[in-house]
């Protein structure tokens, strides 16, 4: 959102109870809650449903994070579309399951058995970057009935070895930290050199000194403008995650890989979206997925949004995912437009 304007709330906010839920671990988590939030009103057949997946640090209210996608007049239109989003089992945002080891595979699981208690049966969208796409792909593979098309942004149908070093190298950070906020600072300071580019990087910072002042040439403790702006996101960031969710959620990141699983009929469509400049999710991996997808024998694409913004480019380039992708989301506009029978 726009700095100052205030995201629209929710029509309808749910905490719905699960119960008890039995991990890929084998673990049983005693009483899993899911925190639903739902911008309109769903139609039975879902042919307006949107399902908006978070990535690692979002929560189930969509416009407070991605406003500028999901929103009036935006490319998931709300004067069109309900929008749902659910906080991921593992977050801190509401859900539950902070500590565990949870699988993607977990996470759609239970958001399918939350959305069968709000009576949700179908998505014509489920759209996401990140971690947020790679829940959107794993909807398709467990439940492509389920699912019109999918949108995954800065994702593909795995995670690379150089994404699970980085990770766990952040999840160190915390593990050997003495304050765990401390740690969770430091490992959004490794995460940011990961989701910007060095171009960004460049252009924004370069070798300037810290804005706020100081010399590192005469005091071996002063800053450059690159340090300064890590450590105001590694503060700003330790405090609103915890440290257990943080790890949960990279860890399910890891463990992501769906390979070697059959896509089952009836196919939905794909769209996979790579990004120019993203050295954590590399645009050419993404291509090979959605090549494998329509490989399957479905309506599979790529294309790829050139931005300086490395990774983050799904949350900080706006207009240019909105044009990029909205052809391919015409069918869903032109079939809500057309009469029903």
């Not at 209210?61 to 579309?81: Q, S, Y």
């Not at 309900?82 to 759609?108: K, P, T």
């Not at 958001?111 to 792909?137: E, H, Y």
């Not at 959004?188 to 010399?215: N, P, Q």
């Amino acid at each position: 959102m726009a700095q100052g304007v205030t995201a629209p709330q929710p029509t309808v906010e749910h905490d719905v109870h699960l119960g008890p839920f039995v991990l890929d671990s084998g673990v049983t988590l005693p009483d899993v809650v899911q925190r639903v939030s739902i911008y309109g009103t769903p139609r039975a057949d879902g042919a307006n449903v949107a399902l908006v997946n978070h990535a690692l640090t979002g929560t189930s209210r969509v416009a407070d994070w991605w406003g500028e996608i999901a929103g009036p007049g935006k490319l998931l239109d709300t004067n069109a579309l309900a929008v749902v989003g659910v906080n991921a089992l593992g977050s801190c945002y509401g859900s539950s399951g902070a500590g565990e080891l949870v699988s993607v595979r977990d996470i759609v699981r239970a958001q399918r058995a939350a959305f069968d208690a709000l009576g949700i049966g179908r998505f014509a969208v489920i759209a996401g970057g990140s971690l947020g796409g790679m829940q959107a792909i794993e909807w398709a593979m467990q439940a492509p009935e389920r699912v019109g098309h999918v949108v995954a942004i800065g994702a593909y149908d795995h995670f690379s070895a150089m994404g699970i070093a980085l990770n766990a190298v952040a999840r160190e950070a915390i593990a050997i930290a003495a304050d765990p906020a401390d740690g969770v600072a430091l490992a959004r300071k490794i995460a940011m050199l990961t989701y910007k580019s060095e171009t960004l990087f460049a252009e924004r910072h370069g070798r300037k000194f810290d804005r706020k002042g100081g010399d590192p040439n005469r005091d071996a403790t002063h800053r450059f403008d690159i340090e300064g702006y890590l450590d105001y996101q590694g503060a700003l960031f330790a405090k609103r995650m915890e440290p257990k969710a943080y790890m949960t959620l990279t860890r399910a990141m890891d463990l992501f890989d769906t390979r070697d699983r059959v896509l089952q009929r009836p196919y939905p469509a794909f769209t996979f979206v790579g990004i120019s400049s993203d050295w954590l999710f590399l645009p050419e991996y993404v291509r090979a997925s959605a090549r494998r997808f329509s490989d399957a024998g479905a309506n599979s694409a790529y294309l790829e949004l050139v931005s300086n913004h490395g990774h983050d480019a799904f949350l900080a380039d706006p207009a240019r995912l909105r044009s990029l992708v909205a052809p391919r989301l015409a069918p869903v506009y032109a079939a809500l437009a057309t009469p029903t029978v």
